[in-house]
């Protein structure tokens, strides 16, 4: 009797066991197969930077920065990427220089750039069988998009030019006022490599439209 009641307590305590081990198995299968197919919401498009840059007709450097971000759109819609290989992008990076006071007066911070993009990026599978993942840095992909890019200053003639010359200090500062700006068509393929490391091979085209 002793050893029927000895059975019946190991089979109850290795039943719970055993189906514990199945279900973790398969989180653990799932898990894994969620860490394939996400895509990071908010990421950097472009390198963000942080530096300090001097102009040959200044005596300091100032504050060279570069901020840049993209974001998937229609991300839920799409399957998380996966339906067409493809996901659509909104990007937009900003560079700006903040200079001190022993440089410019009044310590401004000067926008030098400014560039936001809309498009498509398409992933290549190296294989037929080869599920396509969304750490951008291991995937083969190529971009298309279109894009514009100005520097988001307000100096158009040439007296608006002398005026603004005249009030910041010198015609070479004044140059950084000046507006530029123009869109273009773009291009960009992406190769990587697994040979002594991750490499990577960037191919990137753009036609200027103005």
């Known amino acids: 009797m002793r050893a029927i009641s000895f059975a019946v307590l190991l089979a109850a305590l290795g039943f719970p066991l055993v189906s514990h081990g199945e279900e973790t198995a398969q989180q653990s299968k799932s898990i894994q197969q969620e860490e394939v197919s996400p895509v990071a919401l908010l990421s950097s498009d472009e390198p963000n930077r942080l530096g300090c840059t001097r102009d040959s007709y200044e005596h300091a450097c100032f504050m060279d920065f570069t901020v840049s971000m993209r974001y998937p759109l229609f991300y839920e819609a799409l399957r998380e990427g996966h339906k067409f290989d493809m996901l659509p992008f909104f990007s937009f990076t900003g560079r700006m220089g903040q200079y001190s006071e022993t440089v410019r007066h009044s310590s401004p911070v000067m926008t030098k750039q400014f560039n936001s993009k809309l498009y498509f990026r398409f992933y290549t599978a190296?294989?037929?069988?080869?599920?396509?993942?969304?750490?951008?840095?291991?995937?083969?992909?190529?971009?298309?998009?279109?894009?514009?890019?100005?520097?988001?200053?307000?100096?158009?003639?040439?007296?608006?030019?002398?005026?603004?010359?005249?009030?910041?200090?010198?015609?070479e500062i004044a140059q950084d006022y000046i507006s530029r700006g123009w869109d273009y068509l773009n291009y960009k393929r992406h190769l990587h490599f697994e040979a002594e490391g991750t490499n990577s091979m960037d191919i990137d085209l753009r036609y200027f439209l103005s």
């Open 126 to 171: 190296k294989s037929a069988d080869e599920k396509l993942g969304t750490a951008d840095r291991k995937q083969d992909y190529y971009d298309v998009g279109y894009a514009h890019e100005s520097n988001g200053q307000y100096v158009d003639s040439v007296a608006v030019f002398n005026s603004t010359a005249a009030s910041v200090g010198g015609p």
